[in-house]
């Protein structure tokens, strides 16, 4: 997948590809990331990207033209024409399954507002989608454009090694939508703080029905809402009765 992003600050985007999963992926082939400047695209002496908003109010707003012209210049430049995201606290929440449905693309395109915003002729002319990684504001879209990448990224064939599985993952089809179970390792007490026994005993069955109960015992805590959209078996609704009747 080859990945452009367009921001003032292309620099930003220098250290958090060297590691990881990002790093291996990008090692491997599997994804290409291109940042761009903006400033690049710009025609007067103080390479100007943004300007004052029509209708008066604070703060400044990131130029059309800018962007447009880095557009055109990559969409030139490659035959995959590439889908154009950009980053707003206004935009669609980002979930996995978005994360997913991204992940079979063979391009991406991201713009990062700063300022204000984007002028808006961008997402009514230019994007094909507007993305919010969460209800509150950053300073600009460069911190929300590494999330969306990274939870794409692992989701593309060949990045993961091949003990890491993303099914069994809280969101995913593997845990039906719900938060995962809590994991445990060495040692198998610390503190007096002891790994609870089931995990100890081998039985796989067991251990399957107590992961079960615990991610509907976290969902149902931290994130109830969840709950109401998931198909739930009988016997899981079952126990989600017996954990609240526990509470
Ligand atoms: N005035 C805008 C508003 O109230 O919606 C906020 C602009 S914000 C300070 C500057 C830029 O940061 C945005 O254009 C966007 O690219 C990025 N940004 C901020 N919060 C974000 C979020 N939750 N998700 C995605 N991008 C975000």
């Not at 367009?6 to 290409?32: M, N, Q």
């Not at 991204?102 to 204000?116: A, H, M, N, V």
């Not at 599985?165 to 039906?176: I, L, P, R, V, Y």
């Not at 995990?199 to 615990?214: D, E, P, T």
Request: proline letters at 5%; one cysteine or more.
């Amino acid at each position: 997948m080859r990945i452009d992003i367009l921001t003032i600050f292309p620099e930003y985007f220098i250290s958090p590809f060297k590691y990881g999963v990002l790093a291996r992926a990008i090692d491997k082939g599997i994804i290409k990331i291109n940042p761009i400047n903006l400033r690049d695209f710009t025609h007067d002496l103080h390479r100007t990207t943004d300007d004052r908003p029509y209708g008066g109010g604070e703060g400044m707003v990131m130029k059309i033209e800018p962007i447009f012209e880095a557009l055109s210049y990559l969409q030139q430049e490659y035959d995959e024409k590439g889908l154009v995201i950009l980053l707003t606290p206004s935009g669609k929440l980002f979930n996995q399954k978005i994360a997913y449905k991204l992940s079979k693309e063979k391009r991406l395109i991201f713009i990062c507002g700063r300022y204000e915003g984007v002028d808006a002729r961008v997402s009514e002319h230019l994007s094909d989608l507007e993305l919010s990684i969460g209800d509150y504001i950053l300073s600009g879209g460069e911190p929300a454009v590494l999330v969306v990448i990274d939870a794409i990224a692992r989701l593309i064939p060949g990045v993961l090694g091949k003990f890491q599985s993303t099914s069994e993952e809280s969101f995913s089809n593997g845990t039906k939508g719900l938060l995962e179970y809590p994991h445990y390792t060495r040692p198998r007490e610390f503190m007096g703080w002891k790994v609870p026994d089931i995990l100890l005993s081998g039985n796989h069955s067991k251990i399957a029905k107590w992961r079960k109960n615990k991610s509907l015992e976290i969902t149902l805590k931290n994130r109830p809402e969840l709950l109401k959209s998931l198909d739930l078996s009988e016997e899981e609704k079952e126990l989600l009765k017996k954990i609240k009747n526990e509470q």
